[in-house]
């Protein structure tokens, strides 16, 4: 994976930053100063901060959902071969029993004097030696998976201990997830209570193009077929909902409608649009073809597919289908080539 050079400079103070950033746009649309913020003002940039706190949100509950998946199968998977080894020990169990029930019967008989009654002394001594070798190796492996067994019963008990701490995450992102939701529902209520003019402009400002956007493509040709493919899935998304933590094909969150269109093409992408961003070859601006993936933000934390003529298809937020938006709508920080 090539490097690539961040288009946003790094800080500590990212929402901060971000925040003063919405709402100074939303400020110059409306030929507002930012210092003098109007109670409308202070709305928008509610509405924005809620927007970006939602979907961080929905990314932790993305990538919570993805590891107790992984984990599940994980835990399945040892659990089968717990029972494939626990057959095989049962199986052990029956030979060294039958070896035992013969040594017992056989057990009142001195071996020398076994081997003078013997009528085939050399016969004796064969079958003895095979026994012994037999019994030595069963033992053995007897042995084996036992230990191995014990492993697997505290991997199995490591594994739950995991997994029931990662449902733990997962509910209380769901409950912060809630959270939002009712903050981004008041939100959205004072938004629409706001004269028509000033939603329009909001709305504008919303989607407005940033212009110092470094040489960005206007390339028009996917880069493989692969990638034509999931541009075409894309599209066929247009105006469908975005849902929370879902990936289509009925409704979809950022990172959940690159994962649905790129697996229509036959690739499988991480959950989440912080992996997703990692999930390939970072290009430029200037190399940007349809189908590459373009993150926003400092933590990656928006996601869309670039789509040609300065495009993206993305899930913008509660409220807002798959739609196409500018490319430069919001801060870039980086391009991949699945």
């Known amino acids: 994976m090539g490097s690539h050079r961040r288009l946003v400079p790094s800080g500590s103070d990212r929402g901060a930053r971000v925040a003063a950033g919405l709402l100074s746009a939303v400020a110059v649309a409306l030929g507002a100063a930012p210092a003098g913020a109007a109670p409308h003002d202070e709305t928008r940039a509610e509405v924005d901060r809620l927007y970006e706190e939602a979907e961080k949100a929905t990314e932790a509950y993305n990538e919570a959902d993805e590891r107790a998946d992984a984990l599940r199968e994980q835990v399945r998977l040892r659990q089968d ?60 492996e007897l042995k084996e ?45 004072l938004l629409n209570s706001l004269p028509d003019d000033d939603r329009a402009a909001y709305d504008r400002a919303a989607r407005a193009s940033r212009t110092d956007l470094p040489g960005a493509a206007a390339g028009a040709v996917p880069a493989s077929g692969r990638a034509a493919a999931a541009v075409a899935a894309a599209r066929s998304a247009l105006g469908r909902p975005y849902v929370w933590g879902a990936s289509g094909p009925s409704g979809f969150d950022c990172s959940g409608l690159m994962q649905w269109s790129y697996a229509q093409a036959g690739v499988a992408l991480p959950r989440t649009s912080q992996a997703q961003a990692g999930a390939g070859r970072r290009v430029p601006l200037s ?52």
């Open 145 to 189: 998976l036992r230990a191995a067994l014990r492993r697997l019963a505290r991997d199995r008990a490591e594994a739950a201990r995991k997994l029931t701490a990662l449902d733990e995450s997962r509910r209380a992102a769901a409950t912060h997830k809630r959270t939002v939701e009712r903050k981004l529902a008041e939100a959205r209520r």
């Open 287 to 338: 190399q940007m073809r349809p189908g590459d993936l373009v993150a926003y933000r400092n933590d990656a934390g928006h996601i869309g597919m670039y789509v040609g003529n300065g495009q993206v298809i993305h899930a913008p937020h509660p409220g807002a289908p798959v739609r196409y938006d500018p490319v430069g709508m919001m801060p870039i920080s980086s391009v991949t080539r699945v």
């Open 81 to 140: 071969r717990i029972a494939r080894h626990q057959d095989r020990v049962n199986t052990l169990r029956e030979a060294l029993g039958s070896l035992a029930g013969l040594q017992y019967r056989s057990g009142g008989l001195d071996p020398s004097l076994a081997l003078l009654l013997s009528a085939e002394p050399e016969d004796y001594l064969d079958k003895a030696s095979v026994l012994d070798r037999i019994g030595t190796r069963q033992a053995g």
